[in-house]
């Protein structure tokens, strides 16, 4: 017998659907940053009804009950090169962090309480290691305590004692110092300006003193286009790293002064470092690598063996690993998959079992309510393909109006050097789940398809991602998948320049969204922080060409070509794109008439953390569409000001 089942019509995004912006912001709690220590797994855990501080968990046996180490007021973050990561550092059962409150380091004592180990200043610290022999940590820091333009960052140990003794200097940027094994050597990652780290880095080697100096430096790998990350000793001692130098991010030894190829292939072993302490690989044993790579933007976990280079597939359930960490038998690894959001997960290497130890979303909406993406690959301008993630309308209790097609929301993703993942979202199911489609685009330019792929951005940022987004919503306008009347794009950050770039310069899309973007490449230059203060060389153009091409980019210049409405969210703290850069365009829109929304949001930086934050754009957002697009706006759902819009 068949049950006969009937839908509610209603207009494509007037849908109710239990996935509110309530639970994406209850729903989602971040987890970073792993570590394995004496078979005990540590991990962080975002609290957005905390003010979005971090917290580190653990400290138990792996797979086991959880404690939390750092309690309210606590906050594990860094603040290195702003975007922070390696905010903590475990061995042999001592945790040290860095609190995002004052930049000082902690160190857990004994009695669970967090103690000062460093004074009270203007120098931040990140991605550090424990020398337990020598009673010290060795990680990067970053001085602000001088009159100078940007703040002078080092190799630097910093006693348990609290003393500070720099090892390395003289480059403008340093990352991931590694101990060996036996604490004789030190290798680390430096590069310099113009450069960001996945264009050139250098990998350094040096010996360790009887007094922790540094001694008889040299170069092992790396240069100006060659991008090295994740350096690793093997427990027996032997130096291992992730370059770029084929085309693509694969695993390398170096062993007697010699760069060995350990499994070529056509997928990316390594990722973009825009925070510390990140890891896609480790050692079970000295003879195997458990590592994950993506090909064509799904990631696998494999175990690799450094005898006969045999790469060997692990069975999980993940299409997305953001990061893993091996001890002996055991691999941990934060995954997540279309039908799984991100969690924390223990797999025994040796019988495969696998216990889940933390989710991102607790309670997740009945599976009916979930949109499956499609990968899709489609043509774009000047015969490139590029690649995105295609989300069709999903909800069990609606059905669209007679021959009503989807409006479709394509979202840039941010960076613009980054990566859009398939890993289950409430913020894309958000819209999915009232009648939206979604394409998440994975732009030229986006990691994860070799560095051709990531160097098509070079000298085109606003020029490839804006047109690989537009060929994007013409594709499934074409296909009679979604309304071409009906196309709406998002995105933040550099994702906003894509958003404001694609509306000033291309008449497809009918509204916008706009998180904190950056509308003024001169400004950006101008405001920007030591990270990312030469970046637009790589983007935009050398020095002596900026101006032109800044000019001839940035949107608050075309201002005159705006025709839709556009809806803007800013953090007020925000030091990455300061206020300035959203308010020049929402000044620009009411001179000339068009409709435009701008909130803005106090003790919010670049990223919106607080729930109530996140609660108040999300329904922004979607009030700002349906106004636009004259549907009813649901009973419930708080009203939004739209200047110069005609039903106001």
Known sequence: MTVATSKQTA??????????????????????????DGGSVYWLEGRASEAGRSTLMGGRQACTAKAELTPLPFNVRSRVHEYGGGAYAVAGGQVFFSHHGDNRLYRVD?????????????????????????????????????????????????GFDGSETVLVDGNDFYAAPRLSPDGAQLAWLCWDHPRMPWEGTELWLADVAADGSLVNGRLVAGGAEESICQPEWSPDGVLHFVSDRSGWWNLYRYDHGVVHALCPREA?????????????????????????????GVSRVARLSLRDGTLSAIDTPYQEIRELRVEGSTLAVLGGAPTVALELACIDLDSGRREVLAHSIGQLPDAGYLSVPQA????SANGRTSHAFHYPPCNPDYAPLAGELPPLIVIGHGGPTGMAASTLKLATQFWTSRGFAVLDVNYGGSTGFGR?????LKGQWGVVDVEDCVAGARHLAQQGLVDPERLLIRGSSAGGLTVLSALAFHDVFKAGACYYGVSDLKGLDADSHKFESHYNQYLVAPPERADAVYRERSPIHHTDKLRHPMIFFQGLDDKVVPPQQSESMVEALRARRLPVAYLTLEGEGHGFRKAESVVRT????????????????????????IENLGDA
């Not at 207009?11 to 570590?35: E, F």
């Not at 697009?629 to 419930?636: D, I, L, Q, S």
């Open 268 to 296: 990316e072993f390594g990722g973009p470092q825009w925070t510390f302490g990140g890891s896609l690989y480790g050692f079970s044993s000295a003879g195997e690598i458990v590592c994950a790579y993506i090909e064509a």
């Open 110 to 158: 004994q009695d669970g309480q967090p103690a000062a180990l460093t004074p009270d200043g203007e120098r931040r610290y990140a991605d550090f290691v424990v020398d337990a022999p020598r009673r010290r940590l060795v990680g990067i820091r970053e001085d602000h305590s001088a009159a100078a333009p940007y703040p002078d960052n080092t190799v630097c140990a910093i």
């Open 618 to 641: 999300l329904e922004a957002e979607l009030c700002f569409y349906l106004r636009v697009f004259g549907v009813p706006v649901p009973a419930g759902l708080a009203p939004v000001a």
């Open 11 to 36: 207009p494509c995004g007037a849908w109710i659907s239990p996935i509110t912006a309530a639970t994406v912001a209850a729903g989602a709690t971040p987890l970073s940053q792993l570590a394995l």
């Open 452 to 456: 051709a792929y990531r160097d098509l």
């Open 376 to 379: 899709i690959s489609y043509p």
